[in-house]
């Protein structure tokens, strides 16, 4: 009836269901993907089979850095207002930073890329709670890495 080609969102309705902890699983992500290539590049002898696993690594980890830029632009564009930015004034940079450090992530495999990545996206977390008065703490990722991140505190 309408013939629609292609519908996407996230969204500009809006459904005020955001969450960070998206950006913080893909970010964990990145940091695994890039310890698994050193691994590969390390230990391998780059046959056609490792030489695939490498390529197959590389696209998630590069895909998840993507994301990662684009769950943080939709949070900080849709849904930080002004009187979050004027309590948070450092949002902006924070999430230029995010976008940046992403990108670096994508560009090489340095780890420090991606524990920076972490902290900056911990820091955006925790400043996204902060906004909705939800308390949080920082808890030990239960998947590899293992990293720290920040969470909620839920309650009953």
Request: proline share 4%.
């Amino acid at each position: 009836m309408f013939n629609i080609k292609k519908v996407q969102a996230h969204c500009d309705i809006p459904c005020k269901v955001y969450d960070p902890s998206v950006i913080q699983y893909s970010v964990l992500s990145i940091v695994r993907f890039i310890d698994l290539i050193n691994e590969e590049i390390r230990d391998s002898d780059m046959n056609s089979n490792n030489i695939s696993q490498l390529s197959r690594l590389v696209g998630v980890k590069e895909q998840h850095a993507k994301e990662v830029k684009n769950e943080v632009a939709t949070i900080w564009g849709d849904y930080f207002k002004q009187p979050h930015m004027e309590k948070y004034p450092e949002i902006h940079d924070l999430a230029h930073s995010i976008m940046m450090t992403a990108s670096k992530c994508k560009q090489d495999i340095d780890r420090q890329n991606g524990i920076d990545l972490v902290e900056k996206v911990n820091r955006f977390a925790e400043i996204f709670w902060a906004t909705k008065d939800v308390s949080t703490e920082s808890k030990k990722s239960l998947n590899p890495p293992h990293m720290d991140i920040i969470v909620p505190v839920l309650g009953d």
